[in-house]
């Protein structure tokens, strides 16, 4: 297939989908129905949207500090150089010699701009043990592989892309409703638009400021209201982890440091995510975008049709950034994936069926693939999101920014950690929370509780499900061809680190099994 990755510096996206400047040819085209992959077109797949944004995305929200501003490029009418469009042209070029041209490895343009070729996909033939080998088969993902109309006189060269035009906003965050016809969903209203002014006068102030957050499209108070009750089942055990960490590494920056490496450039990001891709199967699935404006680590959404992984280059660090690819990748896209092809793949089957929430399941299970093979697997981050957002419900913006400088010392990440746990409240001097960050380390250690009883393999198979419906639901799920992360293909190595997370971070079998009954 030619799909390519796109990889970009903001957010700005081509007026078509480029997976879609190519017919395949009537070889290609039988090749790939007598291979009857079971993965269908993401951009038709309602229920996909909507998982993937219960994911990581759920919890993360891009910061509008840079969206003023329009890149020069913008302005051209075409995307593509004079010299790929005239190559283009001539009819009685060989598709297979357009595919050899494409074999070589392509340079990083300029403006952060990468194509990376696809590749074959791999999946679980069926649900073996994990010793079974995998079996090769094509997997077509992301758009549709029908011909899209087009004028004629205008198809356009692969192997080279310069910045497109930008497109309107992502579907994915966007639902039915208001009076302009369309709703936004929950994070996107909650995303405050005078962070940056309101974080210089925070600053400002010595830390004394509560800052007053603006909405350009409010939530309604009644959904804001389902999210404002914070949890403290867990608040020991966060406490614990932090003070573990703190303990054996002194500060925060120092664990970070010492656990995380350094901080890596835009080229050396690419390079580890197509790696990692490669080893998943799913190199030319998805789009990457590398941004400074995003308030989480990353976030795995569906944008214009296509899986969209955004990489907070703020925060990618040499050994934390494959945790992070397993947690976004490896977890959340995998899961999507395999979801499209269950009875419970929409709304209205997951109602037929029963099927519990998604999280905290969804995101426990990828927060522990985050830390799974660390040398100290602790819960640092999870924890300290619980935490805040506890406290949140109990301070105002200034009092919790002051209470969480005893594990973070840097004004920065409390600042980022803050405006998190207060996302949605305008006056911030008053108490209340966001609490949906506290589904993480709920999420993890109610797997931790059950996990010698869970069959992971068949927990991703499943799709978008609850650990608690695994059981129930083997009978009426699609097993063949499921895509299964190659981290779980050693169930023995994978249960090792299960029980070095529960060593590092002090949890006991007695103890959750006190706390999650």
């Given amino acids: 297939m030619l799909e390519s990755i796109r990889v970009t510096e903001k957010l700005h996206w081509p007026q078509r989908e480029l997976s879609k400047k190519r017919l395949l040819t009537p070889e290609e085209h039988k090749l790939i129905l007598r291979d009857e992959s079971p993965i269908q077109d993401l951009s038709q797949c309602g229920i996909l949207k909507d998982?993937?944004?219960?994911?990581t995305s759920s919890y993360n929200v891009l910061l509008q500090s840079k969206e003023g501003k329009k890149h020069p490029l913008q302005k051209h009418p075409s995307v593509y150089p004079k010299q790929h469009r005239k190559a283009m042209k001539s009819s009685s070029v060989p598709r297979h010699n357009e595919r050899r041209k494409l074999k070589a490895p392509l340079p990083f343009l300029r403006n952060g701009w990468c194509c990376l070729n696809r590749q074959p996909s791999f999946f679980i033939a069926s649900l073996a043990p994990p010793s079974s080998k995998l079996a090769h088969s094509i997997s077509v993902a992301g758009c549709g592989i029908g011909p899209t109309s087009r004028p004629r006189g205008k198809r356009r060269s692969l192997s080279s892309l310069t910045k497109p035009k930008q497109l309107p906003p992502s579907k994915s965050y966007v639902k039915e409703g208001d009076a302009t016809g369309r709703k936004l969903c929950i994070l996107t209203a909650i995303k405050p638009s005078n962070v940056e002014r309101e974080k210089i006068k925070f600053f400002k102030s010595n830390y004394s400021y509560n800052p007053q957050f603006e909405y350009a499209s409010p939530a309604m108070s009644n959904v804001l209201a389902k999210y404002s009750q914070a949890s403290s089942t867990f608040l020991k055990q966060a406490i614990k982890v932090m003070e573990l960490t703190l303990q054996k590494y002194g500060s925060y920056e120092s664990f970070e440091l010492a656990t995380g490496g350094s901080l890596l450039s835009r080229s050396r990001i690419w390079s580890h995510v197509r790696k990692y891709m490669m080893k998943e199967g799913c190199l030319g699935e998805i789009v990457v975008h590398v941004t400074e404006d995003l308030l989480s680590r990353a976030s795995m959404t569906v944008m214009n049709g296509r899986p969209t992984l955004?990489?907070?280059?703020?925060?990618?660090?040499?050994?934390?950034?494959e945790g992070m690819l397993r947690h976004e990748i490896g977890t959340h896209y995998l899961r999507g994936i395999n979801n499209n092809c269950q009875p419970w793949s929409n709304w209205?089957?997951?109602r037929k069926h029963g099927l519990r929430p998604i999280n905290p399941t969804e995101e426990g299970l990828a927060s522990i693939h985050s830390v799974l093979f660390r040398k100290d697997p602790f819960?640092?981050?999870?924890?300290?999101?619980?935490?805040?957002?506890?406290?949140?419900s109990r301070m105002s913006f200034s009092e919790l920014f002051?209470?969480?400088?005893?594990?973070v010392k840097d004004p920065n990440t409390r600042w980022d950690y803050c405006v998190r746990?207060?996302?949605?409240?305008?006056?911030?001097?008053?108490?209340?929370?966001?609490?949906k960050d506290q589904v993480y380390l709920d999420g993890i250690l109610r797997i931790l509780r059950y996990r010698q009883s869970i069959d992971f393999s068949l927990l991703t198979a499943l799709g978008k499900v609850s650990y608690e419906d695994v059981e129930r639901l083997k009978e009426f799920a699609v097993l063949e061809n499921m895509r299964v992360p190659h981290f779980l293909q050693d169930h023995t190595r994978y249960m090792e680190h299960l029980?070095?997370?529960?060593?590092?971070?002090?949890?006991?079998d007695k103890e959750l099994q006190a706390l999650v009954p």
């Fill in 51 to 55: 998982t993937f944004t219960t994911g």
């Fill in 310 to 321: 955004t990489i907070n280059i703020a925060t990618a660090r040499e050994h934390w950034l």
């Fill in 348 to 350: 209205a089957g997951r």
């Fill in 379 to 392: 819960l640092w981050r999870a924890a300290l999101l619980y935490y805040t957002v506890y406290q949140a």
């Fill in 402 to 407: 002051q209470d969480i400088g005893r594990f």
């Fill in 421 to 435: 746990a207060k996302r949605g409240w305008t006056d911030t001097s008053q108490p209340g929370c966001f609490s």
């Fill in 499 to 508: 029980e070095k997370i529960m060593e590092v971070n002090e949890l006991s």
